[in-house]
């Protein structure tokens, strides 16, 4: 039985990369050893890591005033990094706080200087969005921070805030899942593990200028310029994980690019939306219309007891890491670029029999 793989991360990756990471795993390009195993200075990791870059900046067109490294750690690890950095001393760190994860941001932003909170929705459970145009970060705070889709709440970013300051984003959920303008924002950054590969790392696009900003007591390996002038080369990094990501990025262009990617989302977010609306309330996604996330799909059933239920006979048939996350309970699918429709049509197919028996 083939399984389809809902889980928030790490995610479901593509059958096609999966099945050429097996092939080369133990003898990568003839040379009798596996990627994982070859020193990270060796030219055929060298052309791992200058396909993997070349593929971020050619999908996503990165402008040459941006550089593009890999951070271990993940997203969190850039919470601290963040402010460590990028912190201008009277000037304060501004967050639009729309769900856990840029909650855990504001956090870690709090013990290296001022914060403030310009945008929240924190006290309607991170049921929606604020209204990006209303919000108004201000001309000479540090940055602007805000985390473009929120896997926990399913909750997303349709359009984004215009800043004069430098807008940081998390897209640890929806990196190269739709076309945006990289130039908008000072850095975008994203773990791994749910669109680009395995978990560990985190991807960070930074403008270049703002890499000037660190402080000299920031330690070595907290530095962006570390990573940015030596090619994510200074110590050893993430091989494997890069190679992956270097393989996910190949299938990206492969199948279309962005434009491709983006057009599947929308139409697999559109058939379990129609789904969960068309329920007559058996299914209920809390999210307001104009939030809804198409990478995280969150709804509630008429009792604890049926979600219980619906994730025990999902699970038995092939559909596995729907049970939403622990602080917020209910089911989510999280439908991330590598999930074909075939899956959802499954899911589909499947709550509407758990429906008619229930």
Known sequence: MKVFNFNAGPATLPDVVMERAQKEFCDYMGSGCGIMEHSHRHKLFEGVLARANENIRTIMEVPENYDIVYI???ASMQFAMIPMNLYVPGKAMEFADTGTWSAKAIKEAKLF???KIIASSKEDKYTYIPDPAKMTPSEDASFFHITSNNTIYGTQYQTFPESKCP?????????????????????????????????????????????????????????????????????????????????????VREIGGIEEVEKRNNAKAALLYSAIDGSEGFYRNPVAADSRSKMNVIWRLPSEELEAEFVKAATAAGMIGLKGHRSAGGIRASIYNAMPMEGIEKLVDFMADFRKTH
Do not use: C, H
């Open 72 to 74: 271990q750690g993940g």
């Open 113 to 115: 200087g001022e914060t």
């Open 167 to 251: 807008m940081l984003a998390d897209m640890s959920s929806d990196i190269m899942s739709r076309k945006l303008d990289v130039s908008k924002f000072g850095m975008i950054y994203a773990g791994a593990q749910k669109n680009l590969g395995p978990s560990g790392m985190a991807v960070v696009i930074i403008r270049k200028d703002l890499v000037e900003r660190t402080p000299a007591n920031v330690p070595t390996m907290l530095r962006y310029a570390t990573y940015t002038e030596n090619d994510s080369l200074y110590n050893t990094p993430p091989t494997f994980g890069i190679y992956m990501l270097s393989l996910v990025t190949d299938w």
